[in-house]
């Protein structure tokens, strides 16, 4: 099959056998880094799921403050971009580097959507004196808001702070892809750094489909 | 595979300074982790020395009244823990010998190999800060709320702490990548070296195990600049959810420095007792299953912290079971030597003081694994003696046996064998006098992590001190070793033990991709006999 002809060619490290071993053995590296990842947001969100236990009442009164017009769309917007994404990978893997750009810009565009709107829910919150912890002094219409509601807000804040920073990462490395996408990087023998942060970014995603519920729903 | 010029190995491939920092190879990689960890090493025993120094006698001593006290057991603990044992055997020896193990010309991902040595030296950085800041006093544990409301420094060294954990899920991603795709041809599961497996062990639990700990160091972090409260039971949060949190870590990284140190022992035993190791598939699979058996027995660090009572006998239980695949490895060991053609070379006697004494480490630990015990011992020298029998009767006689052992292949030469026997006899008797009498201690009740004590403990506490200094004197002659050996040793020969295992077939020291042609194996890793 004929590549574009303004493909890179591109050699694997000395240690490897070809480029597919060097392909399999990064995704494997990915693959344990994200496993890695799961752990880490698995521990956050047991403890969440504990304290809900605990305090059923104040989770309850926390999560109905939430607005999950808000969490709906961000959901939405993170399932196209997972979307958009795989189709980069797709594009990189038929030797499409302009059609790589294309669907990652895409997929940075609905990340950003994601960002503005968790800034807006941010914004209200601080506007409405709801900070974490030891900081939490409700005003205006929060005002109702029982103190020990403090709790509930500091898990929201570090579920979705460090989710938004993986975001955040993500957009970072999909950026990344871009501009090697634009210097036609990338073919159907070399496309290891599109698979690897689509993989991330499909994790990114997965997570918020555990916070969403968890945080607005139940 | 590129040929290399007479004479040139990975050591002097490339020159200076900058040819090292920024260097991709495993095998420099390995050096620099041994500089670094042996500084490490060298800061931790000072800080010992000066708490033994301190409890040689009751009242007030060297370290003057107890705050000084309780910051340099914080460093002894915190740096010999994060910057020594958990990268000693992996990240030192593991990243030098791995792929000359399995026949490969470097690990996976040469780029990430050096980044989590950089991880480890800027974490490390960050933790020196701390000193800045009245220093840190909650011991290595760092258990809330007390490192809540403690001196400043103790969020540097919990961010410190943060950034080298990443340097050991690098190395542990790293080690199973490699072990999955990088074996040379006929390297089949089965024929890998024993330590091999005792590190793929070890990597699945860095990978697993330590972004728990990364989370428990953040939130930590965030309890104490933006006061989340979820350890905090002033804000209704939970003091017990961070010892679960940092246990369930904390008790798999208790592996993460012994599994290793295992592998090591396993390669160290069949070597000098000339004969092919006994049971290598119970060995192999032990690794794994002290691995899986690890993630389910944190709770045994709560026996009294008010966890409930059926949770505290499953634990007790699951922490016994640990015990098997232990005694397992432990027999085929014993069973390996029996009959063989023993050499009292010094990495063999370094490997038998692993043995005897990992073993009193070993059994202590199934004696604190019984609650109805536990409760009488908990927090108790007797604990104190029980983990340091482990880690540095078997982490650290392990490693001290293993840089003797791959001395040779590192450098080209050849130490002074019988200096290096002496310090075994001074860190082996040394070791036994300093902590043997802690168990006594521990027995008759004497509280751990308190700078002064009862005079009915002054005998014994003196007598450990004294062994602490045995300990030193053998440690620092173990270090003449090595410089003597850098410096006048005789030029080593490829193979200097006789081993059987692939780095031996390689030049001494390897060249810049380790092997001529790439090896081609045909048998399993120790057929002596």
Known sequence: MSTDSATVTRKHAHHFKDGEHEFQSSILGVWLFLSSE?????????????????????????????????????????????????????????????????????????????????????????????????????????????????????????????HGLHVLFGMIGILWVLLRARKNEFSENYYTPVEGVGLFWHLVDMVWIYLFPILYLI | ??????????????????????????????????????????????????????????????????????????LHGAIMVFMVIIPGIPAFLGNFVLPLHLGAADVAFPRLNLASWYCLIIGAAITMISLFYHGVDTGWTFYTPYSIETANGTTWVVFGAFVIGFSSIFTGLNFVATVHKLRCKGMSFFRMPLFVWGLYSTAILQVLATPVLGITLLLLLAERLLGVGIFDPKLGGDPVLFQHFFWFYSHPAVYIMVLPAMGVVSELITCFSRKTIFGYRAIAFSSVGIAVVSFFVWGHHMFVSGQS?????????????????????????????????????????????????????????????????????????????????????????????????????????????????????????????????????????????????????????????????????????????????????????????????????????????????????????????
């Open chain 2, 1 to 74: 595979m590129g040929s290399a010029a007479p004479g040139e190995n990975y050591l002097n491939h490339e020159k200076g300074l900058k040819s090292w920092l920024t260097t991709l190879d495993h095998k420099r990689i390995g050096v620099m982790y041994m500089i670094t960890v042996l500084v490490f090493f060298a800061m931790g025993g000072f800080a010992a020395i000066m708490l033994r120094t301190e409890l040689a006698a009751p009242g007030p001593g060297v370290l003057g009244e107890g705050g000084v006290y309780n910051q340099f057991m914080t």
């Open chain 2, 309 to 529: 009572e059926v949770a505290g006998v499953i634990f007790s239980f699951l922490t016994m079971l640990v015990g098997v695949p232990t005694a397992i490895k432990t027999f085929n060991w014993v069973a390996t030597m029996y009959k063989g053609s023993i050499q009292f070379a010094s990495p063999m006697l370094y490997g038998m003081g692993f043995l005897f004494l990992f073993t009193i480490g070993g059994v202590t630990g199934i004696m604190l694994a019984t609650t109805a015990l536990d409760v009488h011992f908990h927090d108790t020298y007797f604990v104190v003696a029980h983990f340091h029998y482990v880690m540095v009767g078997g982490t650290l006689m392990a490693l001290s046996g293993g840089i003797l052992y791959w001395f040779p292949k590192m450098f080209g030469k050849m130490y002074n064998e019988f200096i290096a026997q002496i310090s075994f006899i001074f860190v082996f008797c040394g070791f036994n006098v300093t902590f043997f009498p802690q168990f006594i201690l521990g027995a008759m009740g004497m509280p751990r992590r308190y700078f002064d004590y009862l005079p009915a403990y002054a005998d014994l506490n003196l007598l450990s001190t004294i062994g602490s200094y045995l300990i030193g004197t053998g440690f620092l002659i173990l270090l003449y070793v090595i410089i003597d050996g850098l410096r006048n040793g005789a030029d080593a020969p490829a193979n200097p033990w006789g081993a059987k295992t692939l780095e031996w077939t390689a030049a001494s020291p390897p060249i810049h991709h380790n092997f001529e042609n790439e090896p081609e194996v045909t048998a399993g890793p120790y057929e002596y006999r």
């Open chain 1, 38 to 162: 799961i752990l880490m947001f698995g521990a956050l969100i047991v403890g969440y799921i504990i304290y809900s236990g605990r305090y059923p009442e104040m989770f309850a009164e926390g999560a109905a403050f939430l607005d999950k017009r808000y969490g709906a769309v961000n959901t939405v917007a993170l399932l196209i971009s997972s979307w958009t994404m795989v189709m980069g990978v797709r594009a990189a893997q038929t030797n499409n580097n302009k059609a790589v750009v294309k669907w990652l810009l895409a997929t940075l565009f609905f990340a950003s959507i994601f960002m503005v709107i968790k800034y807006l829910e941010y914004s209200h919150k601080f506007h409405l004196g709801i900070y974490p912890g030891k900081f939490f002094a409700p005003v205006g219409e929060a005002a109702g808001l029982d103190a020990s509601t403090a709790l509930y807000f500091s898990f929201y804040f570090c579920l979705t702070g460090l």
